[in-house]
């Protein structure tokens, strides 16, 4: 079982065949993905992955979301308790659990993913079930004692051209010093500026008073720059000379994931509250008021060091109690909220929003508002760009709406391209995928419809997918990208 040359392309025959072509302009570009949470380990130490049941199901919320809504429990699929409570330990137990239950991913984009990894970069072309999860474990675990399927080694055949990972001002850079000190055949640096895997400052847990530990990491920050993090300036010094540290291991961007685009620009306030935050005597809503102001602290130092601004709010963490309680974050108990831009990012953007040192670039899990919202930011400030469609809405369904909602006020070109913002380092090429195809056919509809050219929308094609990614993210013109070896051509279908 093959995967079909035409998925995800108009069903109109004509249509079909518009954007056929305008797909094959994209399909051997090098993938940049400028969002993502892969941990940089993966490449620093390039050690073969664990079993299939580690590799793809045990990580990945996506997953283990869908089987929890169906009865099955996330120690069944081995993810690990905080209380310390057993989970599946077996990889084997576990790859039969997922395949049994592989049908209630049935038109997903998760589905798609995997059907491509393990077609296009495994050479699997059959049906994942009960009846060969088996077959399918032990091929996957023979292809990941090879040396071809070790992560560096699919970095390149994936045609990747630049990573950038995720992590906080108090994580070690050690991994991304590794990585710069790694040589390369074509003279490329693995880490460092402009290297293949960078890195993003991701202040969260540090600016949301109410996390548990934030106290502690607080302090942590101040051991780690020697600046006085006691006092709200020495915070603030710490926090500068840290992004300096990001920026010399590749740092283009910073990722700020608040739980709403609030913003309010008053230094003093700001100070009263990190200081009583510090006592634990924060009252009512002035948990939130500190997240609010450091935004416009961080753009504030963009402007200065030229990183640009990522915000993807709305997300409700760990609105399932029982799976946080018991597992922890990330393991698929947040939900999307209602999320407001016009008026709460109205204090960042009177002080930044026509500066021509600042670049933010918005996500949201709202669709309500990219038209609303959104598209007339981007289209009223020059510093507002739109972020891909991301999380619950990175689907061929969600992309397609996203189009919909944003060009017609924002045209293509305040739009950020695509990023696949995922941790499964193996669906980096099937999310790539799924965009430049859904992007293929949308484009091709407008020239059907004889609202762009072919060749209009051949260029625009190349701009979502490489260009703007690379132009709006702060990683500069191409470093004149190496021929592209394709996974078809990598990993050929047997006869």
């Keep these: 079982m093959g995967l079909h040359p035409d998925r995800l392309f108009p069903a109109d025959e004509r249509t079909r065949a518009i954007a056929r072509e305008i797909h094959q302009r994209t399909t051997d570009l090098p993938l940049v993905s400028p969002h993502g949470h892969v941990d940089p380990r993966l490449m620093s130490q390039n050690r073969p992955f664990p079993d299939p049941a580690r590799l793809f199901v045990v990580p990945d919320h996506y997953l283990t979301r869908m089987l929890y809504s169906q009865g099955v429990t996330p120690d069944e699929l081995g993810v690990p308790s905080v209380k310390g409570e057993p989970s599946e330990v077996d990889g084997r137990t576990i790859w039969r659990r997922f395949a049994e239950h592989y049908h209630l991913f049935r038109g997903t984009p998760s589905k798609m993913w995997l059907d491509y990894t393990f077609a296009e970069v495994f050479g699997i072309y059959k049906q994942l079930g009960a009846d060969t999860a088996d077959e399918f474990y032990d091929h996957l675990s023979a292809r990941l004692t090879e040396p071809a399927y070790r992560p560096r080694a699919l970095f390149d055949r994936f045609n990747i051209e630049v990573l950038a990972t995720t992590e906080s001002p108090i994580d070690s850079l050690e991994p991304h010093a590794a990585l710069e000190a790694i040589p390369t055949a074509n003279g490329r640096r693995w880490g460092g500026r402009g290297g293949k895997v960078i890195t993003t400052f991701r202040p969260d847990n540090l600016v949301e008073p109410d996390w548990p530990g934030w106290k502690e990491r607080v302090e942590q920050l101040g051991e780690i720059t020697g600046e006085d993090t006691s006092t709200f300036d020495g915070f603030l010094a710490a926090l500068r000379k840290r992004r300096q540290d990001f920026i010399a291991a590749g740092a283009t961007t910073t990722d700020h994931g608040n739980r709403t685009a609030l913003t309010f620009d008053d230094p003093a306030k700001a100070a009263e509250i990190f200081h009583k935050a510090l006592k634990g005597d924060l009252e009512g809503r002035e948990h939130r008021l500190l997240p609010a102001h450091m935004l416009v602290e961080f753009a504030r130092m963009s402007v200065e060091d030229g990183l640009v601004m990522q915000l993807h709010p709305g997300s409700e963490r760990n609105h399932n109690q029982w799976l946080y309680e018991g597992w922890g974050r990330d393991v698929g108990g947040d939900i999307p909220d209602a999320t407001n831009y016009t008026w709460a990012l109205k204090p960042l953007l009177d002080a930044f929003g026509n500066n021509p040192r600042f670049k933010i670039v918005l996500y949201t899990l709202d669709e309500t508002v990219f038209s609303r919202e959104i598209a007339p930011l981007a289209g009223g400030y ?7 469609p991301w999380w619950f809405l990175d689907s061929p369904e969600g992309m397609r709406r996203f189009r919909e909602a944003v060009h017609e ?65 702060g990683l500069g013109p191409h470093p004149s990208p190496r021929p592209t070896d394709s996974l078809r051509s990598s990993f050929p279908k047997p006869e």
Excluded: Q, W
Excluded at 382 to 388: C, E, H, L, P
Excluded at 426 to 441: F, G, L, N
Excluded at 443 to 454: D, I, N, P, S
């Design 382 to 388: 020059s510093s507002v760009f739109i972020g891909a």
């Design 409 to 473: 006020t924002a045209g293509f070109y305040n739009t950020a391209g695509f990023v696949d913002d995922t941790r499964a380092f193996c669906s980096i090429p099937a999310r790539h995928d799924v965009a430049r195809r859904v992007d293929a056919a949308y484009l091709a509809r407008l020239v059907a419809e004889h609202r762009m050219t072919e060749s209009e929308a051949a260029e625009v094609a190349v701009d979502l997918a490489y260009n703007l990614p690379r132009k709006i993210y």
